[in-house]
């Protein structure tokens, strides 16, 4: 998707700002995905719901085959109700509320990735009550440091998440105690945003060490599930639009010494979505400083948090001019001082009522939306409905 294509002529007619989803990039990069992942025995995808649970995005993710990872109880509901098969869905957290793990119960998901004691007895507590066995895999935290932003690392062992390593087998064998939860894997997640392929090399091997202690134990599992993490470019979304997914998945394949017959679990979010949104915003003022020129924009931090939240990039594009460029520092509407999507950065000279296009925002973009200031939600639009 360049700026070139855009449908100005249609989006000029739409209430800014919004999302605008390329329905057909992300069918694209969801083909990229069965392709590459159908070449490996065993590989089962799952979709990271959070990175964006807009309705229509998920169907059409459910319907390329892929299952969904949820990390709520409202997350699950948002699955099945786009009709994610209930064997597809897993469901981590580190804070599951008894609710949330009752409907996951109810709904007989494929499992619980645990990441406590305390929480393996709830769950078994709960399900004991309902008369169930609930399928449980195991979050260890393999404290495997990855090249990201500090704010988006899980995998250390100052991270909330996950068990230490040191307690997989007493946390194994508490399970083999109770009656209603069976152990069926073990979960890893190290971060996001990753591209260095060696951090995941890094967790293939942490994991491979693992295995072979759980051997010498006779204790094997079915399923590894190693998270996702895999990142996108922000820099150049129209030349790389689709990520690297044969390099992902090779890496595993080469890489983690799977056992036979087990399965291989990925749980793949901002790689899924990421590239196919913008949010589309309206130019309202431009403002000339004495060292500095303001671009003005209806968009705020409400609308896509990513910049004040972790000083990220995204790539942004005046799609209503093609006049020669200036510098500008784009800034939003809320009253804040960290309301800045961008600074010093060169666009097409901007005029009032131009529309900016904010690329790569299709994951952690429209889903982490919120009403400060008393400001209405963002809403999403695929490009083939407008």
């Not at 992300?26 to 590989?43: D, M, S, V, Y």
């Not at 995941?200 to 006779?218: G, I, K, P, Y």
């Not at 599930?225 to 895999?230: E, M, P």
């Not at 209503?320 to 509407?333: H, N």
């Amino acid at each position: 998707m360049s700026k070139g294509i855009f449908p100005i002529d249609k989006l000029e007619r739409i209430q800014t700002p919004f999302y605008y989803y390329d329905t057909e990039l992300l069918r694209e990069t969801l083909r990229a995905i069965n392709n590459e992942a159908q070449k490996h025995e065993g590989f089962c995808v799952h979709y990271a719901v959070k990175a964006n649970a807009n309705p229509r995005i998920l169907r059409i993710i459910r319907e390329a085959g892929l299952g969904a990872d949820c990390v709520s109880g409202g997350e699950i509901e948002a699955s099945v109700r786009a009709g994610f098969p209930s064997s597809k869905i897993v469901y981590a957290g580190v804070g599951k509320s008894d609710w949330e793990i009752n409907l996951g119960l109810e709904n007989d998901i494929f499992c619980f990735n645990v990441e406590s004691i305390p929480e393996l007895e709830v769950i078994n507590e709960l399900a004991a009550a309902k008369g169930k066995v609930a399928r449980v895999a195991f979050r260890l935290n393999p404290n495997v440091g990855a090249h990201t932003h500090a704010n988006i690392t899980t995998g250390l062992a100052e991270n909330k998440f996950g068990i230490d390593m040191r307690d997989m087998l007493k946390v194994i064998e508490e399970a083999s105690q109770l009656q209603n939860v069976k152990c069926v894997g073990l979960h890893f997640h190290i971060g996001s945003q990753i591209l260095d392929m060696g951090d995941f090399e890094a967790l293939c091997n942490r994991v491979n060490e693992l295995q072979q202690e759980l051997e010498r134990h006779r204790i094997t599992v079915e399923h590894i599930n190693v998270g996702g993490g895999l990142g996108i470019d922000y820099q150049h979304p129209n030349r790389l639009s689709i990520p690297d997914f044969k390099d992902y998945f090779d890496t595993y394949a080469k890489k983690l010494k799977l056992r036979p017959g087990q399965t291989l679990h990925f749980e793949l979010g901002r790689a899924v979505v990421a590239q196919c949104g913008s949010l589309i915003t309206r130019t309202l003022y431009i403002k000339k400083g004495s060292v500095k020129q303001f671009c003005i924009v209806d968009a705020g931090f409400t609308d896509l948090i990513r910049p004040a939240l972790y000083q990220a990039y995204h790539k942004i594009e005046n799609i209503s001019s093609e006049e020669p460029k200036e510098a500008y520092d784009v800034v939003g509407p809320i009253c804040e001082s960290t309301d800045v999507f961008a600074k010093q950065i060169d666009l097409n000279c901007c005029h009032r009522g131009d529309l900016l296009a904010i690329r790569s925002a299709g994951a952690y973009g429209e889903i982490m939306a919120s009403q400060y200031n008393c400001r209405p939600l963002p809403k999403g639009y695929m490009s083939d409905e407008i």
